[in-house]
């Protein structure tokens, strides 16, 4: 069992959220099996369409490929695969109410620039953007830049809750975002989406080595 409240790695990966099916979980799995030979540490698995059976299977497979695992929104399915966090949205359970069912699971918490603050209370860690334009967000969110996130970092509950910048991130941004006081990065397309996963991993691990 992993040790209780454990906070993510520097760079952390998010999965596409295009699993529906035990097959294309599977192919997934080697995938990350191949990152995380590369130097991959974390990853918040978030498929809503994949149904709880082969949703725990599979983080229960990632469980022994990673040194860290969260469970986007289900945290029956992190605490059943014996995953370090359950990662909250804006459709979770409140802060709150989550903590209730996590047990000694880390809470992550996805936040924006208009959020209130005071909706970041009781959580371990907090993933914010996003930063840069990003195509998931486009026309959605605003970016917020490096100002925006050193912002919200000021208005975190308290000062040594750790941070992830989400949104655009880039082996040339990355460096202004820790130096902005991030804890570390994630990303989605950067990463799964590029044309080599693996040399685009080992370009964003060496932007923050």
């Not at 906070?7 to 995380?36: H, K, N, Q």
């Not at 991959?40 to 022994?64: I, K």
């Not at 949104?167 to 989605?188: E, F, K, Q, R």
Request: glycine share 12%; no cysteine.
């Amino acid at each position: 069992m992993p040790e209780p409240r454990t906070a993510p790695p520097r760079l952390v990966v998010i999965s596409r959220g295009d699993l529906t099916e035990a097959r294309s979980a599977e192919a997934f799995a080697r995938e990350v099996a191949g990152l995380s030979g590369a130097g991959l540490g974390g990853l918040v698995l978030r498929e809503p369409n994949l149904p709880d059976g082969p949703l725990l299977e599979l983080a229960s497979r990632l469980r022994g490929e990673l040194g860290w695992l969260a469970v986007h929104d289900r945290i029956h399915v992190a605490r059943a695969a014996g995953a370090d966090a359950a990662h909250l949205g804006f459709r979770s359970l409140r802060p709150a109410d989550a903590r209730l069912a996590a047990g000694d699971l880390a809470l992550g918490l996805s936040t924006h620039a208009g959020d209130d603050p005071a909706t970041w209370s009781g959580v371990d860690y907090l993933f914010h953007g996003p930063v840069f334009e990003t195509p998931s967000k486009s026309g959605l969110l605003e970016p917020t830049g490096v100002d925006g996130f050193r912002a919200a970092l000021e208005r975190r509950p308290r000062s040594e809750l750790p941070m992830l910048a989400l949104g655009g991130i880039t082996p040339a941004n990355a460096p202004d975002l820790l130096a902005a006081g991030a804890h570390g990065i994630a990303v989605i397309g950067a990463v799964l989406g590029a044309a080599s996963p693996r040399e685009a991993l080992l370009d964003l691990l060496g932007a923050i080595a």
